[in-house]
């Protein structure tokens, strides 16, 4: 059985993984992953969500965010805030 009611994205949805958005960003965070605030190069940092979609996050400049891959990891589908929370937890100053 397939489905008939295939979603697709919403005809002008914002595009989180253009390349812009991630420049901005990067200049934004000056270089630094949101998480442990540490300078990484351009190419390891990932577009992150500060609020998952999965729990009502969009794609809009707002909520995303530059992580690098330990910080991304990290997060997984939590928030921002629980980013922090595990970071303080693990010894990492937060900011």
């Not at 270089?31 to 996050?57: A, I």
Request: aromatic share 6%.
């Amino acid at each position: 059985m397939h489905r008939e009611d295939v979603p697709t994205r919403k005809s002008g949805a914002e595009n989180y993984r253009d390349p812009e958005k991630k420049k901005f960003l990067y200049g934004q965070q000056e270089g630094k992953c949101n998480g442990c605030r540490v300078l990484f190069p351009y190419r390891n940092m990932t577009v992150d969500h500060e609020t998952p979609q999965s729990k009502g996050g969009g794609d809009n400049i707002e909520n995303l965010q530059l992580l690098c891959g330990a910080c991304n990891s990290m997060k997984g589908a939590g928030t921002q805030e629980e980013l922090i929370v595990r970071l303080k937890e693990a010894g990492v100053n937060y900011r």
